[in-house]
């Protein structure tokens, strides 16, 4: 079972910020929280990954809560192209483990 | 040029056939992986290979054999195909290290089993 929780779906509208949460409270010390979306009939794509502090990059900002439980994914300007499913999953950094995928949220990007 | 290409795209075939998915990758990555995604899109790891050793083997059928020839291809073949097997099967690879869980993926294979 996935270890994580995300709401079903999320509207946004064009050119606004995009705030997508995430529920990890079971989270482990040394488990990072990792992003990915997958965009309609293409492969998943990874976003953003973090362990404690904020991160950011050119595609999205992560903000995970002081006591890890919880992170939320911002997405500052969305446009349509972001219309996608954003899987929200922990895991550890080391070797290979393998990253158990839930259904994420679907968000869509209305003009 | 793509990073992890895999091939077919489209896979319609017949109950009891033999079928192969062929996936490459051009990242210079340790780590490859398939992935399928049902219906109900749950994506589940089934095989992951780390410099052609199998590490990861999710109590997927027999009937599905995965062959790594080299660390940049990871190719699955799919022996007596059956009717829950329809899906899409996902390629990816990741380095090693603290980076093992940043997947590059492929493109999909969707297979369709009549």
């Known amino acids: 079972d996935a270890k994580t929780t995300q709401p079903t779906s999320m509207d946004c509208a064009e050119g606004r910020a995009a705030n997508l949460p995430c529920n990890h409270s079971?989270?482990?010390?040394?488990?990072?929280v990792y992003w990915y979306r997958q965009i309609h009939s293409q492969g998943p794509q990874y976003i953003i990954h973090g362990l404690k502090n904020n991160e950011t990059n050119e595609m999205a900002s992560l903000i995970i809560t002081e006591d890890r439980k919880s992170s939320t994914l911002i997405l500052p300007h969305a446009t349509l192209r972001d219309t996608a499913v954003y899987y929200c999953?922990?895991?550890?950094?080391?070797?290979?483990?393998?990253?158990?995928w839930g259904l994420g949220t679907s968000l869509a990007v209305n003009p | 040029d793509t990073a992890v290409s895999q091939t077919p795209k489209y896979l319609v075939t017949q109950m009891g056939n033999d079928k192969s998915i062929k996936c490459e990758q051009n990242?210079?990555?340790?780590?490859m992986y398939w992935y399928k995604q049902d219906s109900k899109k749950f994506l589940k790891i089934m095989f992951s290979?780390?410099?052609?050793?199998?590490?990861i083997n999710e109590t997927v059928p027999n009937r599905f054999s995965p062959k790594s020839p080299d660390k940049a291809h990871l190719n699955l073949h799919i022996n007596s195909l059956e009717l829950g097997d329809s899906a899409v099967y996902f390629c990816a690879s990741s380095p090693t290290g603290a980076g093992a869980n940043v997947l590059t993926f492929g493109a999909g294979s969707r297979l369709t089993v009549l």
């Open positions: 290979y780390n410099n052609k050793e199998l590490i």
């Open positions: 079971t989270i482990s010390g040394n488990e990072y």
């Open positions: 990242l210079g990555h340790d780590t």
């Open positions: 999953i922990v895991g550890d950094a080391g070797n290979n483990r393998k990253l158990i």
